[in-house]
T-cell receptor, first 117, second 111 residues
Framework: NAGVTQTPKFQVLKTGQSMTLQCAQD?????MSWYRQDPGMGLRLIHY???????DQGEVPNGYNVSRSTTEDFPLRLLSAAPSQTSVYFC????????????????FGPGTRLTVL | KQEVTQIPAALSVPEGENLVLNCSFT??????LQWFRQDPGKGLTSLLL?????REQTSGRLNASLDKSSGRSTLYIAASQPGDSATYLC??????????FGEGTQLTVNP
């Protein structure tokens, strides 16, 4: 049971480049989400999904795109990278909120450290 | 909008000391509260989760309490060890599953 996995661990991009951060979980969790962590800002929600084919925006969605074609995978796409997107990105998963509240623990991946030059 | 505050931002203690980390939140309509540990350059490890109906949870040397009415939670660490050095984050979960995080307390336990 690998839990939540993320690739790559590190990435350097030039401004304007696009890329996809991969996230996968093997716990059959319906709910998956992406956060970014920045000094002095804490963790902020980018996008989330409550199941295959369903996604919604979080607190800071601009410049990012997501899709959820399977339960296991939830990739995050940077459309045109900007230096402001330099951050550490975390993917998380949990059971469906309506089925498992209030005891619904979120599990986090190891993170992707992204630098945009 | 839910806001989560953690005090202090940093704490340094000698090994063996008992310590308390604080977390406060503005909206008491939470489903649960989760404490995480984050080591430098690493991901988040879940330590304890307290349901909204619970008052406390314990795991080993860790004890987390929750007072919804006052919007407060504490994480008590007994007999601290150098291996406890990390950043501790609290996060509250509202309806719809969104987690709102505090900025964390950076703990250093000196041998």
């Amino acid at each position: 049971n690998a839990g939540v996995t993320q690739t790559p661990k590190f990435q350097v991009l030039k401004t304007g480049q696009s890329m996809t951060l991969q996230c996968a979980q093997d716990m059959n969790h319906e709910y998956m989400s992406w956060y970014r962590q920045d000094p002095g800002m804490g963790l902020r929600l980018i996008h989330y999904s409550v199941g295959a084919g369903i996604t919604d925006q979080g607190e800071v969605p601009n410049g990012y795109n997501v899709s959820r074609s399977t339960t296991e995978d939830f990739p995050l796409r940077l459309l045109s990278a900007a230096p402001s997107q330099t951050s550490v990105y975390f993917c998380a998963s949990s059971k469906h909120p309506l089925l498992a509240e209030p005891y619904n623990e979120q599990f986090f991946g190891p993170g992707t450290r992204l630098t945009v030059l | 909008k839910q806001e989560v505050t953690q005090i202090p931002a940093a704490l340094s203690v000698p090994e063996g000391e008992n310590l308390v980390l604080n977390c406060s939140f503005t909206d008491s309509a939470i489903y649960n509260l989760q404490w995480f540990r984050q080591d430098p350059g690493k991901g988040l490890t879940s330590l304890l989760l307290i349901q909204s109906s619970q008052r406390e949870q314990t795991s080993g040397r860790l004890n987390a309490s929750l007072d919804k009415s006052s919007g407060r939670s504490t994480l008590y660490i007994a007999a601290s060890q150098p291996g406890d050095s990390a950043t501790y984050l609290c996060a509250v979960r509202l309806a719809g599953s969104r987690l709102t995080f505090g900025e964390g307390t950076q703990l250093t336990v000196n041998p």
